[in-house]
């Protein structure tokens, strides 16, 4: 039976920590899907080249996919989007299981990539969604015997990441603030991760993004343990899936010259931005290890109050309203580059 299957007993079978998906999280730019690339190159798990987005996007737009009718509107939307075109299966057979087997997101999820992965010869999966790292208790309650990578990277290179790829959105008043904003998401996405991973115990694991990238070899023999699978970092490097071979990095410059992909906010930033965002962020980036940017220990300015007092209440309450409200049945799903063709089923 597969890992985490329910028999017909109704008993949830857990299976071994060999068999467990793997679920690699993180803020966004923080280095999750090279991470998760490392992962699939070293081979043992089914290649899925594309976040899932189920506990995010895909369980508060449909429902929690508990009723019928929500999964036949699950399956109209999925089977015409990349997240089913990357998954190589046939439509009405995965659509079939669903509808009969579905009760909730970590069992659409569990579903899809057991599938996948029987139809590679593989015995495990894994997920690479970072806006899942907000989700992990849910899915561990979903899929209990899941484990959690959360990747951590220096919130001044995030927060550049951001800034260029234009997803720091301050509200008009603060729009010279693109950088804080984004540093102030940062630290908010990582502190809601952190304090949910205490609560998973050995089954949650952080690791440095910049320790990745300095020792790769040591840091994934580290993982390798934790998850039961062995990462041999030349095996990685020969295989080179995706971002492994291909650096996926919001500066093209770089990723087509010399790639050095961290503390590149000591280049990036003037003294000026440094010091701003030291001041506002900079408590957080000591308490995870980062050395500041500034000299002197930033002071305490109404700027930095009002901005950390206006973003952090405002990520908290658009998070509570759409997993306590039905403003979750309303998210968009413009990430799933739905097709304006039906599929043929």
């Not at 057991?114 to 015995?123: C, D, I, K, S």
């Not at 440095?208 to 993982?223: G, H, K």
């Not at 280049?267 to 000299?295: C, H, N, V």
């Not at 109404?302 to 309450?317: I, K, S, W």
Request: charged residues 25%.
């Amino acid at each position: 039976m597969p890992a985490g299957k329910t028999g017909t007993s109704g008993a949830r079978v857990v299976a071994s920590r060999k068999q467990a998906p793997v679920f690699v999280l993180g803020c966004p730019r923080s280095g999750t899907t090279v991470l998760y690339h490392m992962l699939l190159s070293a081979g043992g798990f089914a290649v899925y080249r594309s976040e899932s987005n189920v506990f995010n996007l895909l369980a508060p737009r449909f429902g929690g996919m508990r009723s019928a009718g929500d999964r036949q509107d699950l399956m109209d939307c999925w089977l015409k989007s990349m997240l089913f075109r990357v998954s190589g299966l046939k439509a009405a057979e995965i659509e079939a299981k669903i509808m009969d087997e579905c009760r909730s997101g970590g069992d659409f999820l569990r579903i899809v990539m057991e599938a996948v992965a029987r139809m590679q010869g593989v015995a495990r999966w894994a997920d690479c969604t970072p806006g899942h790292l907000l989700y992990m208790e849910e899915i561990k309650r979903q899929i209990p015997n899941a484990l959690f990578i959360h990747i951590i990277r220096d919130g001044r290179d995030v927060a550049l990441s951001y800034v260029k790829q234009g997803w720091s959105h301050p509200l008009p008043w603060d729009r010279h603030e693109q950088l804080g904003v984004a540093g102030l998401y940062w630290e908010w996405v990582v502190r809601k991760g952190r304090e949910q991973g205490r609560r998973l115990g050995a089954d949650y694991r952080e690791v440095s993004f910049e320790e990745l990238n300095a020792n790769p070899r040591e840091t994934l023999a580290r993982l390798g343990l934790f998850i039961d699978h062995d990462l041999d970092y030349d095996r990685i490097q020969r295989t080179g899936i995706g971002s492994v071979s291909e650096p996926n990095s919001s500066f093209a410059d770089e990723a087509e010259g010399t790639f050095n992909p961290v503390a590149r906010w000591k280049t990036k930033m003037s003294q000026e931005q440094i010091d701003a965002f030291d001041e506002l962020i900079g408590d957080f980036l000591r308490e995870l290890g980062y050395t500041p940017g500034s000299e002197s220990k930033p002071r305490t300015s109404l700027r930095v109050a009002r901005l950390r007092a206006t973003y952090l209440a405002m990520f908290e309450a658009k998070h509570w309203l759409r997993i306590n409200t039905p403003l979750g049945r309303f998210v968009r799903l413009e990430s799933l580059e739905i097709e304006p063709l039906s599929v043929n089923r």
